[in-house]
């Protein structure tokens, strides 16, 4: 089994910066990729940005050249740093692992970290 737990939430005015935490735990024997996705009330759940295990990374049209996505293989950790924050990125964001091969791993997600952002 493996855990993932979130940090770094808050409220900020808009325009600021919040840097959120995502560490892994378990038995991680390999991994596939890491990520975060978001969901707004009465919204779907949406990718924000994930990083392979070689350091691919990838983001959402709208958080491009606002956030930064990295990692630390180490410690099995990814971060997220937030700048120019705006009000439509008020949400509940989710760290997301694959486990294993990614075609064949297994997810995890973590229980979530609020980001309000107030105009």
């Known amino acids: 089994q493996v855990q993932l737990v979130e940090s770094g939430g808050g409220s900020v005015q808009a325009g600021g910066s919040l840097k959120l935490s995502c560490v892994a735990s378990g038995y991680i024997f390999t991994k596939c990729e890491m990520g975060w996705y978001r969901q707004a009330p009465g919204k779907g759940r949406e990718l924000v940005s994930t990083?392979?295990?070689?350091?691919?990374?990838r983001y959402a049209d709208s958080v491009k050249g606002r956030f930064t996505i990295s990692q630390d293989n180490a410690k099995n950790t990814v971060y997220l740093q937030m700048n120019s924050l705006k009000p439509e990125d008020t949400a509940m964001y989710y760290c997301k692992i694959i486990v294993g091969s990614c075609n064949k791993g297994y997810q995890y997600w973590g229980q979530g970290t609020q980001v309000t952002v107030s105009s």
């Open positions: 990083i392979n295990s070689d350091g691919t990374t």
